[in-house]
């Protein structure tokens, strides 16, 4: 069956939100938008590619960083609205230089930090 990334259901902003997780290790590592562009590029280039809301621009994971992300797999959620893309991460997932942007535990009320930026 062939895949086509506007059969996805994407928010009223025509996104649809992406976890990566690295591919050895099961560690989630970020959270970030795509809308249907950014999928197909993704699976085309095999190089993640996602929709920065911000900036209103596509977003190549580690284009300006180094920090890059090649994709492994692409998986769907049961409901189409969430999308897990699985990756090889080299460096630092988040912008803050940390290994995982889920680098906060809340615990009995109070914020843990678990990591601390790389370099």
């Known amino acids: 069956m062939s895949f086509d ?3 996805l259901i994407y928010d ?3 996104l649809i939100p992406c976890i990566a997780q690295q591919n050895d290790t099961g560690e989630v590592l ?7 562009t ?5 699976l085309e280039t095999k190089r993640v590619t996602y929709w ?3 900036r209103q621009a596509f977003w190549i994971k580690g284009e300006t960083s180094g920090h890059t992300q090649e994709l492994i797999d ?6 189409r609205d969430c999308l897990l893309a699985v990756v090889r991460q080299i460096g630092a997932a988040c912008h803050t230089n940390r290994r995982s942007c889920f680098y906060t535990s809340v615990t009995f009320g109070a914020e843990v930090e678990l990591m601390t930026p790389e370099g």
Request: charged share 20%; net charge positive; aromatic share 4%.
């Open 74 to 79: 692409l998986r769907l959620d049961c409901d």
């Open 5 to 7: 990334p506007n059969t």
């Open 30 to 36: 970020m959270m970030a938008w795509m809308n249907a």
């Open 38 to 42: 950014a999928v197909a590029k993704t």
């Open 12 to 14: 009223s902003n025509g």
């Open 52 to 54: 920065s809301r911000s």
